[in-house]
């Protein structure tokens, strides 16, 4: 390959990672919200483990949808359009840091019996959500490479 492909494959290569990069970090955001709000109503009835962990994961996977709906729809695009593509968008990534960060919560001795003042609580959710994101984004990136994950969202742009 000549100097120019060189160039031309890494700039390609640089877009991919940014695009698969924005990706995750948006996807991370739905999530972080939904955990971070589950575990805290979880935390604060001392509800239990699978309770906390459930609620936990229906608000990820619903403000992570949301995240991807909101501008699909402020474009104009039917709710009933939108939807669809949220969940060929999104559902793999959020899956995938829903079962990582919920493990690793699980894994750290106390993580989910602290209390929302203990720095054991928040600083184990802040690890176990940047782990889930670091494990998420290079399936982002094979995903919106092959044209999906967030691939699919770009095409209504």
Excluded: K
Aim: hydrophobic share 55%.
């Amino acid at each position: 390959m000549d100097r120019h492909g060189e160039h031309a494959a890494h700039a390609v290569e640089q877009s991919l990672n940014r695009v698969a990069f924005s990706a995750t970090v948006h996807c991370l955001t739905g999530c972080a919200i939904g955990e971070v709000l589950g575990m805290i109503i979880g935390t604060a009835l001392g509800w239990g483990d699978f309770q906390t962990i459930a609620l936990a994961v229906v608000l990820a996977f619903f403000f992570g949808y949301s995240l991807t709906m909101i501008p699909l729809l402020r474009s104009g695009i039917a709710l009933a359009a939108a939807i669809p593509v949220a969940l060929a968008a999104d559902t793999i990534s959020i899956t995938i840091m829903e079962i990582v960060d919920n493990a690793i919560m699980l894994l750290i001795p106390g993580a989910m019996d602290a209390h929302l003042d203990n720095l054991l609580f928040w600083g184990s959710l802040a690890v176990a959500l940047l782990i889930a994101g670091a494990v998420a984004y290079p399936v982002n990136r094979w995903l919106i490479e092959r044209g999906r994950g967030h691939a699919v969202v770009h095409q209504h742009h």
